[in-house]
């Protein structure tokens, strides 16, 4: 399965974006898939993920309230709408899919995307 990650770019402190992981290769209810970021000289840190049903979701502290994960099976792509940015939420933003949440949690996911990148300044 090829993941895809798209909808990143410049955005002012305070503003917001949504970002894109587009699935193809498989059926997409047949994933968990997370995001994750890194930003420059950091190691990766997990964001969020979500079930295979969109049920169940799971945040970082530095997400939680802030980013909103969903998914739409339909379309075969997973969004993560990103409200109130700081300029700390600098990074490349992955997707990636994994066996369970607490393997995406950990960043023992199985397959990554190239990354999609976000940068916060005025």
């Known amino acids: 399965v090829h993941l895809e990650e798209s909808g990143g770019g410049l955005v002012q402190p305070g503003g917001s974006l949504r970002l894109s992981c587009l699935v193809s290769?498989?059926?997409?209810?047949?994933?968990?898939i997370g995001w994750s970021r890194q930003a420059p000289g950091r190691e990766r840190e997990f964001v969020a993920v979500i079930s295979r049903s969109g049920l169940s979701e799971s945040y970082s502290n530095v997400a939680k309230g802030r980013f909103t994960i969903s998914r739409d099976n339909a379309k075969n792509t997973v969004f993560l709408q990103m409200n109130e940015l700081k300029v700390e939420d600098t990074a490349r933003y992955y997707c990636?899919?994994?066996?369970?949440?607490?393997?995406?949690?950990?960043?023992?996911?199985?397959?990554w995307g190239q990354g999609t990148l976000v940068t916060v300044s005025s």
């Open positions: 990636s899919h994994g066996q369970d949440m607490g393997s995406i949690i950990d960043g023992n996911s199985d397959a």
């Open positions: 290769g498989g059926v997409l209810n047949d994933y968990l």
